[in-house]
T-cell receptor, first 113, second 111 residues
């Protein structure tokens, strides 16, 4: 079946540190992959996505590359800010059934000044 | 502003009471969803509606019912609330090319 596994949090970093949040997936076929971000008290917002192998999604300084060979979609940012403190969710959608969406359990990021 | 609107934002119920969570989207999306979010468990799909007039069960449908009233609106009903239904509920709609758009959530406490 389909599933998404994320590194457990919380992750605590100092401002300007490098961020990596690991995400691996199990899927039949070639799913689309997403990262969502949830700020305190809010709903999830799409951060970036990639729809095929070797695609790189990017937004607001965050990047993730769709790696088919390692079934991974790790989220990275070169220099985090306090405002990046949030919960990050990795997700996949089935290729032929977009209504089937699978979320990871979320990784909380705390950035300290 | 375009998006997904959920009401209410907060609700406290007594065990056995009923209530309906409302959701509306103005993006002309065909698909709509209800999720619940619990600590350490991520998001779990309760029900979804792939198009107006259709609904399907998700991962955790027991204790809930839904209605796709029209293309814009998708409501979630708890007929007899239980403490296990204390959670944060999110409505979402989707476009195949863009992904999901989420509402801001309803924080429900059942005492």
């Amino acid at each position: 079946g389909n599933s998404v596994t994320q590194m457990e949090g919380p992750v605590t970093l100092s401002e300007e540190a490098f961020l990596t949040i690991n995400c691996t997936y199990t899927a039949t076929g070639y799913p689309s992959l997403f990262w969502y971000v949830q700020y305190p008290g809010e709903g999830l917002q799409l951060l970036l996505k990639a729809t095929k192998a070797d695609d790189k999604g990017s937004n607001k300084g965050f990047e993730a590359t769709y790696r088919k060979e390692t079934t991974s979609f790790h989220l990275e940012k070169g220099s985090v800010q306090v405002s990046d403190s949030a919960v990050y969710f990795c997700a996949l959608s089935e290729v032929y059934n977009f209504n089937k969406f699978y979320f990871g359990s979320g990784t909380k990021l705390n950035v300290k000044p | 502003n375009a998006g997904v609107t959920q009401t209410p934002k907060f609700q406290v119920l007594k065990t056995g009471q009923s209530m309906t969570l409302q959701c509306a989207q103005d993006m002309n999306h065909n698909s709509m969803y209800w999720y619940r979010q619990d600590p350490g468990m991520g998001l779990r799909l309760i029900y979804y509606s792939a198009s107006e007039g259709t609904t399907d069960k998700g991962e955790v449908p027991n204790g809930y019912n839904v209605s796709r009233l029209n293309k814009r609106e998708f409501s979630l009903r708890l007929e007899s609330a239980a403490p296990s239904q204390t959670s944060v509920y999110f409505c979402a709609s989707s476009d195949k090319n863009y992904g999901y758009t989420f509402g801001s959530g309803t924080r429900l406490t059942v005492v």
